[in-house]
């Protein structure tokens, strides 16, 4: 969520969903994303083209430790481009048996 308010456009707006499905969805109307650099974020210390990073703080840690916890539980994780501009992150876990 932090990184939905973070890299949105001034205005713009963040929407988080969560589903009963155990999922969770981060929308944000950020910069555009294109999507062949979708696949890299979720790697350790990948960003994004430095233009969108001049007054940005951390290190590209986020969306990786978003992935390696979800997988560790068994889970998925996936991203898409918006159609005009920001990303939509989606986890989803696995029901809990019980």
Do not use: K, W
């Not at 083209?49 to 997988?71: P, Q």
């Amino acid at each position: 969520m932090r990184n939905g308010v973070h890299y949105n456009v001034r205005g713009g707006s963040v929407t988080v969903e969560v589903g009963v499905d155990c999922s969770l969805v981060v929308t944000n109307t950020g910069p555009e994303v294109p999507e062949e650099e979708i696949a890299g974020l979720f790697e350790p210390f990948r960003r994004l083209g430095s233009e969108r990073l001049a007054d940005a703080a951390g290190v590209g840690l986020g969306l990786s430790i978003v992935r390696s916890v979800t997988h560790a539980h068994q889970g998925e994780v996936r991203a898409e481009p918006g159609p005009d501009g920001g990303l939509r992150v989606e986890v989803r876990l696995p029901p809990i048996a019980g």
